[in-house]
T-cell receptor
Framework: AQKITQTQPGMFVQEKEAVTLDCTYD???????LFWYKQPSSGEMIFLIY????DEQNATEGRYSLNFQKARKSANLVISASQLGDSAMYFC???????????WGAGTKLIIKP | KAGVTQTPRYLIKTRGQQVTLSCSPI?????VSWYQQTPGQGLQFLFE???????NKGNFPGRFSGRQFSNSRSEMNVSTLELGDSALYLC?????????????FGPGTRLTVT
């Protein structure tokens, strides 16, 4: 069964608008972590933001925030005031405390239009 | 501090050959994880090494192997290459690997098997 689901294969967003990238997950672990990574066309994976399952506050890192809804098992990434440089693939990933590996979603290709 | 480096960046091999990829982690990082990224399967965890020991392994055939040296540098080897092994191979390093929000990725090695 899919553990990480990203339902938006691609998105077009106007520059300076906010964008929400969806991510739902499935786990029976009580303790886990959720991550968002950005992958530009160069290929390097860039860490954006992390949310622990026991964190009560939604994580924020600059223009990035994570809308964590534990009961719904969703961890959506919100990018405020999008920039042209935000165009990239975005991956949601999960690490269950029962193992050390990251489980990845299929990704969302985000294109920012000028 | 220098980032994660991977060599070579690009590689073309023939079916049946073997290949060795190298990853040098960030100084002080003792955990190295390897991932395979393909258009069809997305990102998949290969294995993780910590202090020269394989600590976790994904669901890949035995043709995929790895090792870690005392200076934390890691190599992965793929024997008897198949066309389906064509992929971007990413390595990531972290201080101890337990909390992978500290994972830093290298630029990847793009392997093409013909």
């Amino acid at each position: 069964a899919q553990k990480i689901t990203q339902t938006q294969p691609g998105m077009f967003v106007q520059e300076k608008e906010a964008v929400t990238l969806d991510c739902t997950y499935d786990t029976s672990d009580q303790s886990y972590g959720l991550f968002w990574y950005k992958q530009p066309s160069s290929g390097e994976m860039i860490f954006l933001i992390y949310q622990g399952s026991y964190d009560e506050q939604n994580a924020t890192e600059g223009r990035y925030s994570l809308n964590f809804q534990k009961a719904r098992k969703s961890a959506n990434l919100v990018i405020s005031a999008s920039q042209l440089g935000d165009s990239a693939m975005y991956f949601c990933a999960m690490r269950e405390d029962s193992n050390y590996q990251l489980i990845w979603g299929a990704g969302t290709k985000l294109i920012i239009k000028p | 501090k220098a980032g994660v480096t991977q060599t070579p960046r690009y590689l073309i091999k023939t079916r049946g050959q073997q290949v060795t990829l190298s990853c040098s982690p960030i100084s002080g990082h003792r955990s190295v994880s390897w991932y395979q990224q393909t258009p069809g399967q997305g990102l998949q965890f290969l294995f993780e090494y910590f202090s020269e020991t394989q600590r976790n392994k994904g669901n890949f055939p035995g043709r995929f192997s790895g090792r870690q040296f005392s200076n934390s540098r890691s190599e992965m080897n793929v024997s008897t290459l198949e066309l389906g092994d064509s992929a971007l191979y990413l390595c990531a390093s972290s201080t101890d690997g337990r909390w992978t929000y500290e994972q830093y990725f290298g630029p990847g090695t793009r392997l093409t098997v013909t």
